[in-house]
């Protein structure tokens, strides 16, 4: 699987589509200035709004659409350890690696192997992303965005973040 920088909708906004095999899976549309992120799966939606919150480690706040948290991103900039991300009540890890290509790797605890391994390319030209600690923000929605396709829409019981149309 790989997310695919398709194009900038308008002044702010960036859709990615979730490839595999050469078809799309999911798609994913980012609003920086709104701070929104809303994927399409199947028959699935989901709208997220996340917040920044200060402090030694850096935390992303995730909310739904009523604004009710539902979910943190915690990063801590200073040690090369697995992030986490919370949804829903379900703890996950992830992290991202550079060789031989940009892929971001979810994990369902920190001892086990990984459960999800998407790549990340950024559009037509395809040119090469690299992560690291102080970029990792930017690629928030494409976390969130495999999180919840990987962990709520491809599993067989979709809870509440999965709105069937």
Not at 113 to 121: E, M, N, S, T
Request: proline residues 4%.
């Amino acid at each position: 699987m790989e997310w695919i920088s398709i194009r900038n909708q308008s002044a702010g906004v960036t859709e990615y589509q979730l490839m595999d095999a050469n078809s799309t899976i999911a798609i994913l549309k980012y609003n920086i200035h709104q701070q929104t992120i809303r994927l399409q799966a199947e028959n699935n939606r989901a709208v997220f709004f996340i917040e920044k919150a200060g402090g030694l480690f850096n935390k992303t706040i995730i909310n739904n659409e009523y604004g009710l948290p539902i979910g943190k991103i915690s990063v801590d900039k200073k040690t090369s350890r697995l992030e986490s991300l919370e949804l829903e009540g379900r703890k996950f890890y992830y992290s991202f690696q550079n060789d031989p290509f940009a892929e971001l790797i979810l994990y369902k605890s920190k001892s086990v192997a990984p459960v999800a391994r998407c790549g990340i390319k950024a559009g037509t030209d395809n040119l090469p992303i690299v992560f690291n600690k102080s970029n990792h923000e930017e690629f928030i929605p494409v976390l969130l965005g495999l999180c919840w396709y990987s962990f709520f829409i491809s599993e067989p019981i979709r809870p509440v973040l999965a709105h069937q149309y």
